[in-house]
């Protein structure tokens, strides 16, 4: 690829100082990971921008902040380069839509990349041109906190929504106004770390890289992401960032990736702490020589390079080829250009928070929820009911943005009880417990407004501060004395909703089994009581599907719906005599089986499957197949399923996963109505990565499963010959 002549030549006018200038990143005024300052007239950088002693800030926002700062880059500095600014827009700016794992839930890849068009809309109107997102790690242990800014545990479908808010994000034209730079995080595999404990090492063969936790960030490269930042941990014993198999040999060689590579914050001095490097400056040394182009953070860079290439342990032209790629992304975001282009005061003020963002963010709210239990139709409910509302979350504003929401207002979101006094219900509300401590305190009154009320509706689950980031958590059932203050109000014979309002699967069978109704509501945003609200009363029928499997035990952590085949594989039932099920792959204690499967939500209504068709039931390479279902809506209710399609390879050469995910459809239909489901799978569809990494397709017999969830549904079998 051709480089930009402009930039060589800017290239050639530098210093070695302006060189490693443009390698540093640093955050603006902010506490621990989110910004505490509004737009200001703060001039704590001012100095280090005159001097080219760094590249960009971070976490800053503001039309007219960001221009000032810009003002001095272009007008103060000897060679007027502009400046990078980036943040953390992870489900939202100034609207806040559901989590990135609740938006999984609704599989609706058109959606979520509206949802990041308009994060990406709204948070260039206010300066910000680069951020730190998606999210692309696969994660199976809910124990990782983060698990709340992925996508879930499936390859196929983290690798689409991947590719969607990619295209969110960076639209067809970097350098539109309204366009950021997106950000492949983390680098890599940083969703399987030992423990489930962030930042903790992840240690695993190639092949399960390559074929379970590579392909959605290959998706997100595919779909033209500009940047990828490093992870914290060791991976295979090499931290990162530090890690020249995974930063070179493979994305820059292999897969051919030419923008910025960024390091997670400070995670370049970290590499000394990992023990990997002697000091901070053989951490710097390291991370450079290793690939990692931009030191969030750590200012390692700006301390130790240029001594390195004056005692020739780095050659000046491999400083000169990150420069480039550094300034190359600012030349494709249009600021050479012009270098405001990004935050403009009238966006700023008519841009933000629109009726239509705040309709988006309802929408998707209500289809991210995914209804796991409703007994006896206890939902939707009837206007006419008196509803007892109680929990900490039931009338909790600032844990409704959820996690990495640094931008929002925290009284900003419609609470449950506004949302259900709004949607025509008689409300009567207690807290009941609070979400930090243990205390009975609060029982008294919600038992009494649960006596007075017809229905109780319990909104339980974590804060925003109990999942994300740095959040891991070895138990994963209700925090504090939630679920007594659940048994307290069951013991009164009322009927009891429940509404699970969390970042990542917990362990609530209690829930499962005692609760009338139990929805996952996620952490909804800035419209979460109008979704609620919504779907309560039945204006909105309930759509989504878990995008991970809910365990029964934290013990059977990590599990997910594509666990191998094992020599002693359990097939009984749990409580048959012990004597039937000695040396064979179960617990004693608990059941093999999930709480809730992958896949799996219900709704008001009712589908059927029937019909299952394939055009031909031998392959030979170069084939496609055509998949038929008929889907019916039995039910009252007009309503959405989301018809599922899996692979299995029944004998292949390694053990193969039990299923994989191929296909899916979102398909609404009103009530008694038909239609017949139609997937196309081509021969990259049936392929296995073998154990030489090659991705072939082995012949023998498959399995079509077609379902509602991962363990419903009609199966069909099919040869592939060569």
């Known amino acids: 690829m051709s480089k930009v002549p402009a930039l060589l030549d800017l290239i050639a006018q530098m210093t070695l100082a302006e060189k490693v200038g443009q390698l540093n990143f640093v955050v603006g005024d902010l506490f621990i990971t989110g910004p505490t300052m509004k737009p200001t007239t703060s001039d704590k950088f001012d100095d280090q921008i005159r001097n080219g002693e760094i590249t960009g800030l971070f976490n800053v926002y503001g039309a007219d902040y960001v221009h000032r700062l810009q003002e001095i880059a272009m007008r103060e500095s000897r060679l007027g380069i502009p400046l990078l600014i980036g943040a953390d827009v992870i489900h939202g700016f100034k609207t806040v839509f559901p989590i990135p794992l609740a938006e999984a839930a609704s ?389 009891v909703i429940v509404l699970l309002s969390c970042g990542r699967p917990l362990v609530v069978p209690e829930l499962a089994e005692e609760a009338d109704a139990l929805m996952v509501i996620w952490s909804p945003g800035s419209e979460a009581g109008h979704a609620v609200g919504d779907v309560l009363v039945g204006d909105v029928v309930p759509s989504g599907k878990l995008p991970m499997t809910f365990p029964n035990a934290v013990g059977q952590i990590p599990i997910h719906y594509q666990m191998k085949r094992t020599g002693r594989p359990y097939l009984g039932n749990y409580d048959e005599p012990a004597s039937e099920r000695i040396y064979l792959s179960k617990y004693r204690d608990t059941p093999n089986e999930p709480l809730f499967p992958f896949g799996y939500g219900l709704t008001y209504t009712k589908f059927e499957l029937s019909d299952l068709t394939l055009s031909q039931t031998c392959m030979e390479p170069g084939d496609s197949l055509e998949v038929c279902v008929n889907l019916t809506n039995t039910g009252l209710y007009d309503g959405t399923e989301v018809v599922q399609l899996y692979i299995s390879d029944i004998k292949a050469s390694i053990t193969p996963v039990a299923k994989a995910l191929k296909a899916f459809e979102r398909v609404t239909l009103p009530s008694g109505e038909s239609c017949k489901v139609k997937f196309k799978l081509e021969e990259k569809d049936f392929q296995m990565l073998n154990e030489n990494r090659k991705w072939i397709v082995e012949p023998g017999d498959f399995e079509v499963f077609v379902g509602a969830n991962v363990n419903e549904g009609l199966t069909a079998r099919l040869e592939w010959t060569l």
């Not at 390859?155 to 350098?175: K, T």
């Not at 914050?265 to 000394?272: D, F, H, L, M, R």
């Not at 017809?454 to 974590?462: A, F, H, I, N, T």
Request: aromatic share 8%; hydrophobic share 40%.
């Open 107 to 495: 599989w609706n890849l058109e959606l979520i990349e509206r949802t990041a068009q308009i994060a990406a809309k709204e948070s260039t109107a206010a300066g910000i041109h680069f951020n730190f997102a998606p999210m692309c790690d696969i994660s199976r242990d809910a124990r990782w906190g983060r698990v709340a800014e992925g996508a879930g545990e499936d390859p196929y479908l983290g690798g689409l929504i991947a590719q969607r808010r990619v295209r969110g994000f960076q639209g067809d034209d970097l350098s539109k106004p309204d366009t950021m730079a997106a950000c492949v995080k983390h680098w890599a595999a940083y969703g399987a770390p030992e423990g489930g404990r962030d930042y903790q090492s992840v240690d695993m063969s190639e092949h399960l890289f390559r074929s379970t936790y590579l392909p959605p960030y290959l998706k997100a490269l595919e779909a033209g992401a500009a940047t990828v930042m490093t992870a914290f941990h060791d991976f295979n014993g090499v931290p990162c960032t530090a890690n020249e198999w995974l930063l070179k040999t493979l994305l820059r060689k292999e897969l051919n990736f030419d923008g910025v590579v960024v390091s997670d914050w400070g995670s370049i001095a970290e590499v000394s702490a990992h023990g990997a490097a002697e000091n901070e400056a053989g951490a710097a040394l390291k991370s450079f020589q290793a690939g990692t182009d931009l030191d969030m953070m750590s200012e390692g860079y700006l301390k130790y390079l240029i001594p390195a290439i004056k005692e020739g342990k780095i050659q000046e032209s491999v400083l000169d080829e990150s420069v480039y790629r550094i300034l190359k992304l600012k030349n494709d975001l249009g600021l050479f250009d012009d270098p405001f282009r990004y935050g403009n005061r009238e966006r700023e003020k008519l841009e933000l928070k629109t009726k239509d963002h705040l309709s988006v963010a309802r929408q998707m709210a209500q289809q991210s929820f995914v209804l796991l239990k409703n007994e006896g139709s206890m939902l939707p409910l009837k206007k006419s009911l008196k509803v007892a509302l109680i929990g900490p979350l039931a009338d909790n504003a600032p844990d409704m943005n959820g996690t990495w929401s640094f931008f929002a207002e925290p009284d900003d979101p419609v609470t449950i009880k506004e949302g259900l006094e709004e949607a025509g219900l008689d409300v009567l509300f207690a807290q009941g417990c609070e979400l930090y401590h243990s205390t009975t305190k609060h029982f008294p009154l919600a038992k009494e407004i649960a006596k007075q009320s017809d229905v109780v509706v319990m909104v339980l689950g974590e804060s925003a501060v109990m999942n994300g980031e740095a959040a891991s958590r070895a138990e994963l059932g209700l925090p504090d004395n939630q679920l007594e203050l659940f048994r307290e109000i069951k013991e009164l014979g009322k009927p």
